[in-house]
């Protein structure tokens, strides 16, 4: 069982001057659920090696048992280091892909061409493709084998605009995730803020905010 996680290499929180990137518990939540369960899981960026972490997600109210095992874990350190360069990655090698959230994705995988084709391909393969918290944002132009928006008609998640609100950024990132979903005809749900809600939709996998990322890797593996 091999699966793959893609992590932004965007650092830059639109013009604040702050730091954003991928958020801690997103990455290390999942990356336990498949390595306990026995998976190899490979580190990958559309720029390669280390990828950029949002410094507000190394926060101490914002750390977990995962967290605290994955800045522990030497190996787990070894391979954020050296995230393989996106466009480099075959899917044909992988059993399922997995997004973490934080800012940084809006800005980078959103709109990039190698990440988005590598969705187009995977989910045509049948295999699962799961996104939390923001990276649900990396869906809004992958299209589906005839053309169509990939969440058209499907039920979907993600960050909220009450979420994005509660936290300040509504005027500062690209786009809204709650909107975009909506816009490209996904039947967007949510639960309650902070608390975990994830929808699954054939073998798509989304989760709203950190919370939902947990549930949302133990989607996956169901789904394999």
């Known amino acids: ?29 999942p990356y336990y659920v498949f390595k306990d369960a026995g998976a190899t899981i490979t580190l990958a960026s559309p720029k390669g090696g280390q990828p950029p972490l949002d410094p507000k997600s190394a926060e101490k109210d914002f750390q977990t048992t995962a ?34 959230g934080g800012h940084g994705p809006l800005w980078d995988l959103a709109e990039d061409r190698d990440s988005i084709a590598l969705i187009e391909t995977i989910y045509s393969q049948g295999k699962p493709v799961a996104a939390v918290c923001h990276a649900p944002g990396v869906l809004r132009h992958v299209r589906a084998v005839d ?19 509660a936290v300040g950024l509504t005027e500062v990132v690209p786009f809204l995730v709650e909107d975009e979903l909506r816009k490209a005809g996904g039947k ?20 709203q905010n950190p919370a939902s990322s947990e549930p949302a890797a133990q989607a996956v593996l169901k789904l394999l």
């Not at 290499?9 to 997103?26: P, R």
């Not at 095992?69 to 050296?82: P, V």
């Not at 969440?151 to 009450?162: E, H, I, W, Y």
């Open 1 to 29: 069982m091999k699966i793959l996680m893609i992590l932004t290499s965007h650092a830059e929180l639109g013009t604040t001057g702050k730091k954003t990137g991928f958020w801690l518990e997103e990455l290390a939540a």
């Open 67 to 100: 967290t605290e095992r994955f800045n522990n874990d030497a190996e787990a350190q070894a391979t954020l280091a050296h995230t393989v360069l996106l466009k480099t990655v075959s899917p044909d090698e992988y059993d399922a892909l997995f997004y973490p």
């Open 147 to 165: 053309g169509t928006p990939l969440v058209q008609g499907k039920g979907v998640t993600g960050f909220s605009n009450t979420e994005e609100a």
């Open 188 to 207: 967007y749900s949510k639960g309650d803020d902070w608390l975990a809600h994830v929808i699954s939709d054939g073998n798509l996998i989304t989760g």
